[in-house]
């Protein structure tokens, strides 16, 4: 099996993850938002934000380093579980003595007692069993799914029970604490590996995980700078505004994006180690991406009212422009998530610090000079100028594997971005899409017939757009062609097959 075919099952079975631990957490945010506030969600994300800093600060990415390793090594894997036990132990100490710290920073007396409780967890998770490691090296994504679904569904039904018999935001820490227990005692229920404590080979991870741990030092405050800005400057209601806006709007990029990217980091670190030769290019991989992506993240923009209405409920509708902006950042995530993996998987991982890092301080600049202005909705564009600016930082360090080929690349993002702009001007000369949500009796119907309308009008329009101009110019090598190929790749089910057959003809003749 070649490793394109391998890669991309891998990447089925991540996505095919994504797709069941998004429906079961979509159920999970439908129900909390109805029994919880908007400042509920708010106080566990100014803790969870606090925790995860520090959990960023003191990462120190073993297992990246293991999947590079040209073949399994048992004293390498005792030497990464001890130094995973080890920092797990001694961040939560950290993150318990900094407790009241966060509360006086974000002016919330109630956070102390959270970040306790999320302290005593993130110890329990250093135990987790190192061995599934070779899940990835192996490009076993079947089993990684397998590993996850357990302990997601028992967080999922923690939650919302604990929140149905509480109505309190203690929901949300329970059901974390299940999850990350629970993922301890699954890892070692699903791999046979036992590791022990010993440090015997650490040197040989240390120094690559070296830089790396600096780009978590760097990715920390690109990833949470937004939370310890809006927090004070809007509150824990404002904040939990711009969080839920932010991750509905991100829902594409979060569930293709993300899950992709770490299957090709597995993928360009099999080809390093078997020799495969050179790796496909990680940007042409992000233009199909972006292809993928762009009718997804007009939807979202267009329907954004009545989206919000579906999925959080009228209360919540002060988020709908914020999530009307922030969904044009899921076109620019491909670029930053492929392009760092590339990176990190062809070990260079100063480069991939040097970029996190400019993207970190243009992030922090943004948004802080945005909260000034006092509107989240000022927050939401700067963080998407600072989005724009790392897609083309992450970019540049691989603009050579273009070869000469930087016009035809340009040319399919123009082609795509020509496509975006005909179905929105489809939705508005059809007048639908960015209309506010209807109030009638009717109105559930009323929101899911809206948002399926806005779906088709979109998809048709830049489907017969796209393809009419690609191959309006020769049907040259692009994010078009990229996708062509994934459809010949695989046979579809018997009963596709023919009309999928014929499709595939009419696109690669």
């Not at 631990?21 to 109805?34: E, K, P, Y």
């Not at 006086?104 to 959270?114: C, G, I, K």
């Not at 209601?237 to 990029?253: F, I, T």
């Not at 009717?442 to 979109?458: D, K, Q």
Request: aromatic fraction near 10%; hydrophobic fraction near 60%; include cysteine.
């Amino acid at each position: 099996m070649s490793l394109g075919r391998r890669a991309t099952i891998g990447a089925g079975w991540v996505v095919a993850w994504r797709g069941v631990s998004r429906l079961l957490g979509v159920a999970n945010t439908i129900i909390l938002a109805r029994l919880l506030l908007p400042a509920d969600f708010g106080l566990v994300a100014m803790a969870m934000t606090f925790e995860t800093s520090l959990l960023m600060m003191s990462a120190f990415p073993v297992h990246d380093a293991l999947l590079r390793r040209p073949e399994a090594d048992t004293d390498l894997h005792d030497a990464a579980f001890t130094i995973q036990a080890v920092r797990a132990v001694l961040t939560s100490l950290i993150i318990a003595a900094g407790a009241p710290i966060a509360a006086v920073w974000f002016s919330e007396p109630r956070l102390t007692w959270l970040v306790l409780a999320l302290a005593a967890t993130t110890a329990a998770n250093g135990l987790t069993n190192i061995g599934i490691v070779e899940f990835q090296r192996e490009l076993r994504f079947d089993v990684q799914f397998k590993l996850q679904l357990v302990p997601a569904m028992l967080q999922m039904l923690v939650t919302v029970g604990t929140a149905w018999l509480t109505r309190s935001y203690w929901a949300l820490v329970v059901g974390l604490a299940v999850l990350r227990i629970s993922t301890v005692v699954m890892s070692y229920a699903i791999h046979p590996y036992r590791p022990r404590f010993s440090l015997s080979g650490w040197r040989l991870l240390v120094g690559f995980s070296f830089w790396l741990w600096l780009g978590c030092l760097a990715g920390m405050v690109w990833g949470q700078v937004d939370t310890f800005v809006v927090g004070p400057a809007f509150g824990s209601a404002g904040l939990g505004l711009y969080v839920l806006a932010g991750q509905v709007a991100s829902l594409p990029s979060t569930e293709l994006v993300v899950p992709i990217a770490a299957v090709l980091f597995a993928g360009f670190a099999y080809a390093q180690r078997e020799g495969k030769g050179a790796a496909p290019n990680p940007l042409t991989i992000a233009s199909a991406l972006v292809l993928l992506l762009a009718p997804m993240a007009l939807v979202i923009s267009a329907g954004a009212a009545n989206l919000v209405t579906i999925l959080l409920g009228p209360k919540w509708s002060a988020a709908a422009p914020l999530v009307a902006i922030a969904a044009a950042q899921c076109v620019l995530q491909p670029f930053i998530q492929v392009a760092g993996a590339a990176l990190v998987a062809r070990a260079h991982v100063r480069a991939q610090f040097l970029v996190t890092t400019g993207s970190a301080a243009l992030r922090a600049v943004f948004v802080t000079l945005a909260a000034l202005t006092g509107s989240l909705t000022m927050v939401i564009v700067a963080t998407s100028a600072a989005l724009g600016c790392s897609a083309l930082l992450y970019a540049f360090p691989l603009q050579s594997d273009l070869k000469g080929q930087l016009g035809s690349f340009l040319a399919g993002l123009v082609r795509i971005a020509l496509a975006t702009t005909a179905a929105g001007v489809m939705l508005i000369a059809s007048g639908f899409g960015w209309e506010p949500a209807k109030s009638d009796l009717l109105w559930h119907f009323a929101t899911f017939l809206n948002l399926s309308l806005v779906g088709m009008i979109v998809t048709a329009t830049y489907a017969m757009t796209l393809f009419a101009l690609w191959f309006a110019v020769g049907r040259p090598n692009g994010p078009e062609r990229i996708v062509v190929n994934l459809l010949k790749e695989f046979t579809p089910p018997r009963w596709l097959s023919g009309v999928a057959a014929r499709l595939t003809v009419l696109l690669s003749s």
